[in-house]
Every structure is written in structure tokens, then in C-alpha cells.
């Protein structure tokens, strides 16, 4: 039986460590461990009570112990937890008859087992709370029936619960405090204002991600124009809507556009807008983009795809705010904060003349470096757990289980597409997993096998680098000649033997070479057809 000193010397170093710097990832996981000492079980969260756009309650894990590590990017609505909806609605700490059928949410998610759902156990939790209000969710399981039997554990978890509220609570306002002296406070308030619970957002605690977050923190509050690189399926775009969610413009619109899809005639009239009767079909005055996000956030996605004759005009509007719509005189003045993105290189193409060197340095004035998801560490199981719930309820399903062997392939495969293509694999592992008959009420585990992520396929995620290497044996540059060699007609030619070898190496497969060579298919067709390379098949 747990005493009251027992328990005070449980509590006694949360309490001496709260004017520490502490992550709070680090202080919430030692309140889970001294839980876990109070009352021995087999599983512990401490999930955060959060209020969704549309009204829907959420609980989000902070921290897990003895649960899959995929649970932290998972988002439980609480409305289709009937346990998570009791525990909130009890007014003391709760715990649930061994036969009671209301499904466990931590099914198929305890660590160490697997098969059918979780045997009958003892799961018990409490709500914490802050200022009054419910702050979050201490929920305790244990495999074995019986262990948390009588009144006395029950007590020891309210008392545990009560003392860890006021922890929780201190802990928030040095928070609270500590933003205040940054000037964060506000920014943070908005920003969760208007950001969706269950809406895709920055997940991740690894190493890259925190620093990629201080960046977005300290550039924010500035109207900085801001150049995001990095791989396809980063999040190149999440991260410049975080940065407009963290700004003072946060109330005001965000406006994106993929330079990539537009048609170079209509380029200039989807920028500046234009007038009625300044083109064959202008039935109509109307806006441009520039216009439409005046005091906001313009994204240019794929900014690398600009003509060179629009990166002149973008260039006027970014030192002067001055822009001029199709078949008017009268200029106008607009106040945009820009936010760019590309996958390529942008200081070679303005080396190889396909980038204004002004324009490039215009829009690099805070460069922003998205990590790949290799680059990651542990974030892919986070985001595979987020994944993994948003499917489970689009589904309609009980319940989903990431098994052991599935996380491991998760975590070696190499992930080429990053985290657009974890999404589409998380999602059509699913359906793969729904194929296989399986007894009724039993969870649904998603296996490796599910994923298809094969040794062949792992090692061709890497197909990329090799394939560069070897074009990079077989392409001859043109020998100089007395007036030099022009670096253009080199760059193109060198282009040209890339995309030829990979179309041919690849079957002519167009969306198999634009992974080859880390490119979207649609600006390897616009390439190819700029180099007056015909597509060969309409092969996918």
C-alpha cells in the first residue's frame, strides 16, 4: 500500500526541479516515472486537453511510458473514446470495472503485446486540473486484473493527481513567463488560435526539427522574405504557413501559389492581376495574387520555376511594393510579406542563367532548410502514429496497431518522397492490412509486409545518387574552344544527357525518373519540354 510519505517523495523532486530550465518533454516524462513508481503498471500517458476548430475535444500525448512510440502522434477525439469521455466527465479519479465493454483506446498500443485486443486488465486515470478547468488526462494501465483493486490505489491517484495539477500549473506559467521577456506570447496565443488541433502541423522532436522551429520562432515576427528549400514532401509548405501563423500578419490572408502549375502567358495576370480586355479572354477585371494577400503572406511554391522575365518584374514589386495589373497604367501599392520555396538549387541556376542573381538574393534574406525525413531521428514513428490515427478514423475503424516489424522497416527505410510519402505508404498499408480476414473484435495490426518496403525497394530509395553518379561517368563536356565554352549551352546539354538517361533507364516512366532524379513529375515535363525532349510514352 502506498503511504503518504511514499508519495510526497515521489512528488518532492518535480516540485525542486520546476525553476530549472527543463524541456517540457523531459519534465512531463519524470512526472510519468514517478507515477509509475507510485503505483507500479504496465502502460502510463499524460495526455493535453485541446479544442479543435470545429468544437471537437482532443486529448494529445505529451508523454508515454510503456506505450508504442508511434501513441505521441496520434490525436484522440474524444468523442469516439467513450473511456477518454468518462475519465473527463468524473469529477475524482476513475477506475473501470474489469468487464466493462467500453473499448480500450490504448489497444494494440501497449508495448510488448500483440495479438487480440488487451486482455481484461485494470485501466484507471484522473483528470488534471488548472485554474479550474480540465488541463489534461494521467491515465494508468496494468495487464494484470486486480492490481489496482480497492480504494487505496484509487486515493493514491487522486492525491497523485491533485499535487501533479499544481505541478502541471507551475510549470505553465514559467512558460508563460519565460515567452513574455521573448515577446512570444502573443504570437503563441495566436498561433494556436488559428491553428487547428486536428489540421497537419510541424510534428517531430528530433534534434533537426527543434532547431528548424527555433528558426521559424525567431524569423516570424519579421517581414523578412524567407526561402525555403529541401527535398520533395518535406513540408516546405507547412513550414511557411507556420511561419504567417507566428507572424503579426497571422489575422490577415495567406496566399500560395505553385509557380510550377502555371502557364508562362498567364504568369504575370495570376501575380498582378489584370483588366477587362487586356488579353483574349479578360471578360473581366480581376485580382491578383498580390493583391489578394495585401497586409498578409504570398507563398511562391516552386519559385525556381519563375521565367526570367517575371523574376525581373517580381524583383520591382519586392524592392518598391509597387505592381501594376495587365492593361492598367496606374500602379498600386500592396504590402505582402513573401515567402518562397523550391527543391533546386537556386545558386546554381543562377550560375547556369536560368536565375536573376538579384532575385535570388532578394528572396534569400532568411534562408530556411527543411530536413529531410532521413535526417529525422525517431520522427518517422511520430508522424507514422498521426498518420495511423487520422486513417483510423477516417476508416471508422476500433483501432490501429503499428507492429514491431513494421516500425523497424519504417525506421530503415530511406524515405526518398520524405513525409508526403510515409502519408501514402501509412495509408496504403492499411488497406492492405483490412484484407486479411481476422477474428471479430480483434484490433487491426499493420505489418511490414503491409507496407511492401522490401529490401529491393529500400536499397532503390537511394537509386538517385548512384544514378547521378553514373551519368556523371558517361557525359563528356564540349572541349573549350579559343572564345571559350558558353555555360548555358553546357548546362543544357549536361540536362539534357540527365533526363535522357534516366527516362531510358527507367522505361521512359515519367514519374520513376522524376524520383531518380528528386524532381515532381510536372517540372520534369517542363524541363524536358524547355530542352525539346518529347515525352516518349504516356507511360506514369
Not at 85 to 110: E, N, S
Not at 336 to 354: C, E, F, K, P, S
Request: aromatic content about 6%.
Amino acid at each position: 500500500m502506498t503511504t503518504p510519505t511514499t508519495l510526497l517523495n515521489a512528488l518532492l523532486p518535480l516540485v525542486a526541479e520546476l525553476p530549472s530550465r527543463l524541456p517540457e518533454t523531459e519534465r512531463y516524462r519524470r512526472l510519468l516515472a514517478a507515477l509509475r513508481a507510485v503505483l507500479p503498471g504496465d502502460a502510463a500517458a499524460l495526455l493535453r486537453c485541446e479544442r479543435g476548430e470545429n468544437g471537437d475535444d482532443w486529448l494529445r500525448p505529451l508523454a508515454i511510458d510503456g506505450l508504442s512510440p508511434d501513441t505521441l502522434g496520434r490525436r484522440f477525439r474524444v468523442a469516439e473514446h467513450p473511456r477518454f469521455a468518462a475519465l473527463l466527465a468524473a469529477d475524482q479519479a476513475l477506475r473501470f470495472p474489469t468487464d466493462t465493454d467500453l473499448p480500450d483506446p490504448y489497444d494494440g498500443l501497449v508495448a510488448h503485446h500483440s495479438g487480440a485486443p488487451l486482455p481484461v486488465h485494470d485501466c484507471m486515470g484522473c483528470v488534471l486540473q488548472v485554474d479550474g478547468q480540465p488541463w489534461g488526462l494521467l491515465t494508468l494501465d496494468a495487464l494484470q486484473p486486480g492490481r489496482f483493486a480497492g480504494d487505496g490505489p484509487l486515493n493514491t491517484l487522486q492525491a497523485f493527481c491533485n499535487l501533479a495539477s499544481a505541478t502541471v500549473a507551475t510549470a505553465a506559467h514559467l512558460r508563460q513567463l519565460e515567452q513574455s521577456v521573448h515577446n512570444e506570447r502573443q504570437r503563441a496565443e495566436h498561433f494556436r488560435r488559428h491553428t487547428p488541433v486536428a489540421s497537419p502541423r510541424l510534428l517531430g522532436h528530433s534534434a533537426a526539427m527543434r532547431a528548424l522551429q527555433r528558426d521559424i520562432a525567431t524569423v516570424a515576427a519579421s517581414d523578412l522574405a524567407v526561402l525555403i528549400t529541401g527535398e520533395t514532401g518535406v513540408g516546405k509548405e507547412l513550414v511557411a504557413q507556420a511561419l504567417h501563423a507566428q507572424s503579426d500578419r497571422a489575422d490577415q490572408a495567406f496566399v500560395s501559389i505553385n509557380c510550377a502549375a502555371l502557364p508562362d502567358t498567364l504568369v504575370e495576370s495570376e501575380l498582378f492581376g489584370h483588366v477587362r480586355g487586356a488579353f483574349t479572354g479578360a471578360v473581366g477585371d480581376r485580382q491578383g495574387k498580390f493583391e489578394q494577400a495585401h497586409q498578409g503572406t504570398l507563398f511562391l511554391d516552386e519559385v525556381g520555376e519563375l521565367p526570367l522575365v517575371t523574376q525581373a518584374k517580381l524583383l520591382r514589386v519586392l524592392q518598391s511594393g509597387q505592381i501594376q495589373r495587365l492593361g492598367l497604367d496606374r500602379e498600386r501599392t500592396v504590402d505582402v510579406r513573401i515567402i518562397a520555396a523550391t527543391n533546386q538549387d537556386l545558386a546554381a541556376g543562377v550560375h547556369a542563367g536560368r536565375m536573376r542573381a538579384d532575385f535570388f538574393h532578394r528572396l534569400s534574406v532568411y534562408p530556411l532548410q527543411v530536413p529531410p525525413l532521413r535526417a529525422r531521428e525517431g520522427d518517422v514513428l511520430v508522424l507514422a502514429g498521426y498518420f495511423l490515427e487520422r486513417t483510423r478514423s477516417q476508416f471508422g475503424l476500433d483501432g490501429l496497431r503499428l507492429e514491431a516489424d513494421a516500425q523497424s522497416a519504417l525506421l530503415a527505410h530511406h524515405w526518398p518522397g520524405n513525409v508526403r510519402e510515409l502519408e501514402h505508404a501509412v495509408r496504403r498499408a492499411v488497406l492492405h492490412a483490412l484484407r486479411r480476414p481476422r477474428p471479430a473484435g480483434q484490433f487491426l495490426g499493420v505489418t511490414a509486409q503491409d507496407f511492401a518496403l522490401t529490401p529491393a525497394l529500400i536499397a532503390a530509395s537511394a537509386d538517385a545518387a548512384s544514378v547521378k553518379g553514373q551519368f556523371d561517368v558517361n557525359f563528356t563536356a564540349p572541349t573549350a574552344c579559343a572564345d571559350g565554352v558558353n555555360l548555358r549551352s553546357v548546362v543544357a546539354q549536361y540536362e539534357r544527357h540527365l533526363v535522357e538517361q534516366a527516362l531510358q533507364a527507367h522505361g521512359y516512366r515519367w514519374a520513376a525518373a522524376a524520383r531518380a532524379l528528386h524532381m515532381d513529375r510536372a517540372n520534369l515535363q517542363r524541363l524536358a519540354k524547355r530542352l525539346g525532349l518529347m515525352p516518349a510514352t504516356d507511360a506514369p
